[in-house]
């Protein structure tokens, strides 16, 4: 069953320090989200992104963060001058039109 | 409120069923979904139930869902060690998921 994949699976940045998290959506999907999961707490909505463009954000994403389709297949969120409360598991998803999302397996951002 | 709840524990003996409750607010989500994750992994898709049905089932995992009342449920069959996990509720929201805190489903022996 396709997938979709995230890379790394732990990324380790300094503070201040620009990040980016890559992904590769599932390929016949053309809508896709990140999502972060602050350690114990709820996963939490960020951005949606279709036709490359940001459909929907929310209020934690701020002008810090960015997202971009470079290629047919990737799709990365770009973190420009990390915080240690930006430490978080970091998920991507894609989906079809009126479908259900699926997730990726995260990236743990660790931030010192 | 604005948040989809779920209580945060369960404890469950093994071979008993599972039954995970959840209320969300939003009675125009097109689906609701529920998704494992286990200890430091992703989020994996477990079920999903579109808005105009009552009830799927699916091997083990039974979903029942009152609009009405806003309430979703998940039910395991036969609860197994590999059932030890959190599950998140979750309702679709424009073009977004909404999640809960989760449930963390504890397996007593």
């Known amino acids: 069953e396709p997938e979709v994949t995230q890379t790394p699976s732990h990324q380790v940045t300094q503070m201040g320090q620009e990040v980016i998290l890559r992904c590769v959506p599932i390929s016949n999907h053309l809508y896709f989200y990140w999502y972060r999961q602050i350690l114990g707490q709820k996963v939490e909505f960020l951005v949606s992104f279709y036709n490359n463009e940001i459909s929907e954000k929310s209020e934690i994403f701020d002008d810090q963060f960015s997202v971009e389709r470079p290629d047919g297949s990737n799709f990365t969120l770009k973190i420009r001058s990390t915080k240690l409360e930006d430490s978080a598991m970091y998920f991507c998803a894609s989906s079809k039109l009126g479908q259900p999302q699926h997730f990726g397996d995260g990236t743990r951002l660790s931030i010192l | ?109």
């Open chain 2, 1 to 109: 409120g604005e948040d989809v709840e779920q209580s945060l524990f369960l404890s469950v003996r093994e071979g008993d069923s599972s039954v995970i409750n959840c209320t969300y607010t939003d009675s125009s989500s097109t689906y609701l979904y529920w998704y494992k994750q286990e200890p430091g992994a992703g989020l994996q898709l477990l079920t999903y139930i579109f808005s105009n049905m009552d009830m799927k089932q699916d091997q083990r995992l039974t979903v029942l869902l009152n609009k009405k009342d806003k309430h979703l449920s998940l039910r395991i069959a036969d609860t197994q060690t590999g059932d030890s996990a959190i599950y998140f509720c979750a309702e679709s929201r424009d073009d977004k998921i909404i999640f809960g805190k989760g449930t963390r489903l504890h397996i007593l022996p």
